[in-house]
């Protein structure tokens, strides 16, 4: 009798979810399966990884753990959550910005670091690590009008003086 491997595990609904939560990041990281097999230097084979994803597979923590650095996440998101719910429509007051994360981390001082602080800890509320354009939503712009050091009505103007609204090429 062979000993268990547990990348040859069958497949399991939390398998199914693993996978899921797998292809999110990947795609979010905007990377085909090839470009993974490719970056990674084949460590993450196409073929297996789509496995994965498809739950056919079950993937073991050492790996997962690699793969989680690959992608530069917190190993935990890579894990489906039963507890998060996507918001309903309506919940958010007001006008919902788009900020460039990118142009965010080129600036410095006290209040640019807190934003940063507060919007990768948005990120991981949302499990959305694309890294280079957050949406606020309006309860968010209440906390970002405090660092910013304006009022919550300006808080569209001023990201937008400091250049640091998102606008698509």
Known sequence: MREFDEDDAT???YSRKVGERLRVIRRQKRLSLQEVEATSGEEFKASVLGAYERGERAISVPRLERLAKFYSVPVDQ???RE??????EGDTAGKKLAVDLLKLSQLRGQPFEM???FLKMIQVQR???NGKVITVRGDDTRAISAMLDVPVDQV???LDALDLLYRPL
């Open 156 to 158: 569209g103007q001023r």
């Open 115 to 117: 934003l940063i602080r």
């Open 78 to 80: 890579l894990l489906p």
């Open 83 to 88: 507890d998060i719910t996507a918001p309903a």
């Open 127 to 129: 499990q959305d690590f």
């Open 11 to 13: 497949a399991s609904p």
